[in-house]
């Protein structure tokens, strides 16, 4: 079945550092979508992209469906505390459901 | 609208019992799905309602399991004689259009077997 290459697993950052993490897949999406889940908690939608080499900020997030429609990646600028949580990266081929990634945990250090 | 709601947050069960859980999508939504997570992995796909209709079922979802949608509102999703391995969080999801809004998740019910 489809799969989704999700990296890095985890990062450790500095409060203020810039983060990326990307996904790849060997299949086409039509819609590509970055959630955010904090512990014991649904995910959260953060981005969803549409067309391929489409860029889309919300707020401090950035993010690109790929040009091969078979990549995104996710940016976060000048990170904060509440950012920590884990972002999957999540694809939606035409007429079908959801596949998630793995998952890329994000710790924070003060 | 107050989002999707799942119920019970938490359910702990001995091994061999039969458990339910409740979702209630956001109103407007047509399609409701049931997704499983385990630790240290993404959410994966058990099943899929639009209105009452099931109309996707995930080879993850045994003979054990079962959901309904009786009017096309609020869903449940029964594990009959649980085991340890069932011991995940599930998530219950809706949307009206997939394509541009992506999916709505609840909260989740974390499933423990003991």
Redesign the interface.
């Known amino acids: 079945g489809q799969q ?1 290459n ?1 990296s890095p697993q985890s990062m450790f950052i500095q409060e203020g550092e810039d983060v990326s993490m990307n996904c790849t897949s060997s299949s086409i999406f ?2 590509w ?1 970055w ?1 955010k889940q904090d512990p ?6 953060l981005i ?1 992209l ?1 067309k391929a080499g489409e860029l889309t900020s919300n707020g401090r997030l950035t993010a690109q469906f790929g040009i091969t429609r078979k990549d995104s990646f996710l940016n976060i600028s000048a990170s904060i505390p509440s950012d920590v949580g884990i972002y ?1 990266c ?1 694809g ?1 081929p ?1 007429d079908d ?7 890329t945990r994000l710790h924070i250090l003060p | 609208d107050t989002g999707v709601s799942q119920n019970p947050r938490h359910k702990i069960t001995k091994r061999g019992q039969n458990v339910t859980f409740r979702c209630d999508p956001i109103s407007e939504h047509n399609r409701l799905y049931w997704y499983r997570q385990t630790l240290g992995q993404g959410p994966e796909f058990l099943t899929y309602f639009q209105n009452e209709a099931q109309l996707e079922k995930s080879r993850l979802l045994s003979d054990r399991f079962s959901a309904e949608r009786p009017k096309g509102s609020f869903s449940t999703l029964e594990i009959q004689r649980t085991e340890q391995g069932d011991s995940a969080m599930y998530l219950c999801a809706s949307s009206l259009n997939p394509d541009i809004n992506g999916y709505t998740f609840g909260s989740g019910t974390r499933l423990t077997v003991v």
Do not use: C, D, M, S
């Not at chain 1, 014991?40 to 939608?45: F, I, M």
């Not at chain 1, 459901?97 to 998952?103: D, L, M, S, T, Y």
């Open positions: 989704l999700q039509n819609t979508l959630y014991g908690e649904g995910p959260v939608l969803a549409y999957f999540a939606l035409r459901k959801i596949i998630f990634g793995k998952g």
